[in-house]
């Protein structure tokens, strides 16, 4: 391969170099280049002239760990079982969880380390930590396809783990070592990991409070009403009827049950993610800083971004680097917020358009340090979010979008605002700001108007750099010949409620068998018992259809006599694709099922479990 020095760095013709810059719950409408006149996000514009806008990207689950796990297997998440079957969006919601990303699946960066490679991820993961194994350093390398070989931590040995947890006993030849990490990036194909392997919250700002402990208490009372109320009016019939004591009654009514709540107070509070120690960062297999400080966070992130692309390229005297993959994961812009004091109130959107602006001030620095390299040129950059905006948490929240109909174009129309947000369907959820460079292989300045997911980023990558795709199935298709052509690429387009069907997009028209279950008046759900809307909620039979060519915002369903030939077409599509789902569903527990695990918690220095970097 021809290769050219230029000012102490290496260009090269060959295989591309590979970046992924995901935001986390950045909203359509949250930037310059999709429509935004009051927010500055001036790096991210000039990548989006620089390369083609995909107007029409789509995740195919509108939350966070589903989505992350499509985009680095091109598989809908339903196959790798990186979904809740639970009737709600529910992601990974403890770093204690015993189960991750399985090992059978197929990332880019598996795909691109075979190629040869320098894989470096930096932010977040949310794929899974720890598994629920007996691991030693012999048995580490003797992972099966599903990582289930060696004894879990179930009957006794569960009890030997929790024994040597609650002793802080250190872990020896044969016993369970509960913190292996084995489901980290490091054993996905990632040479090198800093980030936080599970999400951002409020929880991780100490001067904010997702949940006070009165009300806690108030949703647990709630949420196992369905369980305490018939036991109680159990036990109360058993003494009335003579099979139980008055005393008894009172023992188990004023002392065991509160003993519960207690227990249930303490568990929730302490071992998911309203515990602030589950704000973990990871470098690699270790636990650096607990709680993370999330003040300089984006700061550190950009360094080692930057300190990647400039540590790997410069080699003037040396043989030619290998081609990189970085994959820059951001923890922004999901709640809480934060940002360097020098960044505070700079957006007139306050902290949440604060935290938009230093993320692309991170975009500019990684983009010059490519600039600076000599290989912008051979880069094939994306850039996306992992699902809609957080409307629940309002102004803290980012911003749907609009889009244009085909009647409202030009500079004086605003367009119609995207239905929905972050855990639903509708567009808000899942229709998300996409952007594709590799000059001068793809066009610049262009628009990409036809309906694309980020499941394709994998194929896409596998034509640019002459990797073979994996053998098992694929939900993505390639991207680069159609980005030149501007010809559709999917068929039909399916979304997903966990593991249910809500909606497919066939052309330009969008289809609903399910849609979330708004509160009165709104379009989510800020009272939600899991913060976010019940994605199964009402049902459409027959389902609901929208031209989003006239209608973007999906406000009126079309009759069902006037796409009779659509739902046909659809409908036989969607057969097939269930069918095939049978065939290739993953039995693998995802992390969004199951109850964390105490002894599975990260813990830096037990029993305070707090630490901090050290520069």
């Known amino acids: 391969l021809a290769c050219r020095c230029l000012g102490g760095v290496w260009s090269t ?244 049950i509160p003993l519960a709540l207690f227990i249930a107070h303490y568990y929730i509070s302490s071992y998911t993610l309203l515990a602030r120690n589950s704000c973990i960062l990871y470098r690699n297999n270790e636990l650096v800083e607990q709680p993370v400080v999330l003040e300089t966070l984006t700061t550190r992130f950009t360094k080692e971004a930057v300190g990647f692309i400039e540590n790997h390229t410069r080699s003037p005297t040396g043989p030619r680097p290998a081609p990189f993959f970085l994959f820059m994961s951001y923890v922004k812009v999901h709640t809480a917020l934060f940002t360097e004091p020098y960044n505070k109130g700079k957006s007139i959107h306050g902290e949440y358009g604060d935290n938009v602006m230093e993320m692309d001030w991170s975009v500019g620095e990684i983009r010059s340090a490519l600039d600076s390299a000599g290989v912008t040129e051979n880069t094939l950059v994306f850039f996306t979010s992992d699902n809609g905006p957080y409307l629940e948490r309002r102004q803290r929240g980012g ?65 640019a750099v002459g990797a073979p795709l994996p ?45 979330a279950a708004w509160e009165d008046g709104l379009e989510f759900c800020p009272n939600a018992k899991f913060m976010l809307c019940p994605c199964h909620g009402q049902v459409h039979d027959p389902p609901l259809v929208y031209n989003l060519l006239d209608d973007p915002g999906e406000l009126s369903p079309l009759p069902s006599d006037e796409v009779a030939e659509v739902l046909a077409h659809v409908q036989a599509a969607r057969h097939r694709f269930l069918l095939d789902l049978q065939n290739d569903t993953h039995s693998f527990p995802g992390p969004a099922e199951g109850l964390a695990r105490p002894w599975l918690m990260p813990c830096c220095d037990f029993p305070t479990c707090q630490c901090q970097e050290e520069e």
């Not at 694929?474 to 559709?488: I, K, Q, R």
Request: charge should be negative.
């Open 13 to 256: 013709d060959g295989p591309p170099n590979v970046v992924i810059l995901l935001v986390d719950d950045l909203g359509y409408g949250d930037l310059g280049c999709f429509g935004n006149t009051t927010l500055s996000t001036p790096n991210i514009d000039s990548l989006a002239r620089d390369g083609v806008r995909l107007t029409d990207l789509y995740v195919p689950t509108p939350v966070c760990t589903p989505s992350r796990s499509s985009l680095l297997t091109g598989r809908h998440a339903v196959r790798t079982g990186m979904v809740s079957d639970l009737g709600m969006f529910i992601a990974g919601n403890s770093p204690a969880l015993p189960s991750g990303l399985p090992h059978s699946e197929y990332t880019i960066a598996e795909m691109l380390k075979e190629k040869g490679y320098d894989t470096h991820m930096v932010g977040k993961w949310h794929l899974g930590i720890n598994d629920n194994r007996c691991m030693t350093s012999d048995t580490e390398s003797d992972l099966d396809a599903e990582g289930l070989e060696n004894q879990s931590c179930a009957g006794w040995w569960g009890i030997s783990c929790l024994l040597r947890w609650l002793t802080g006993a250190p872990t020896s030849e044969g016993d369970c070592t509960y913190q292996n990490g084995m489901y980290l990036p490091i054993h996905h194909g990632f040479d090198n990991y800093y980030g936080m392997p599970v999400t951002n919250t409020e929880t991780c700002d100490p001067l904010y409070t997702i949940y006070s402990d009165d009300y806690l208490i108030v949703w647990i009372l709630r949420m196992g009403a369905s369980v305490l109320v018939p036991v109680v009016v159990v036990l109360f019939f058993s003494t009335i009827f003579g099979f139980l004591s008055a005393r008894s009654f009172a023992q188990i009514t004023f002392l065991v």
């Open 471 to 515: 053998k098992m199935h694929l939900d993505g298709s390639d991207l680069l010949s159609n980005l030149a052509t501007n010809e559709p690429v999917h068929d039909v387009l399916f979304y997903f409620c966990g593991k249910q069907n809500t909606a497919a997009r066939y052309g330009h028209f969008k289809i609903h068998y399910m849609t």
């Open 399 to 463: 911003f749907q979008g609009r889009s244009q109909s085909a009647e409202c174009t030009g500079p004086d129309c605003e367009g119609a605002r995207l239905k929905g947000g972050k855990g639903q369907t509708w567009e808000g959820g899942i229709r998300v700001p996409g952007i594709v460079s590799w000059p001068p292989r793809i066009p610049r300045g262009v628009d990409f108007t036809h309906p694309v997911s980020v499941m394709d980023f994998l194929p896409t990558i596998a034509t």
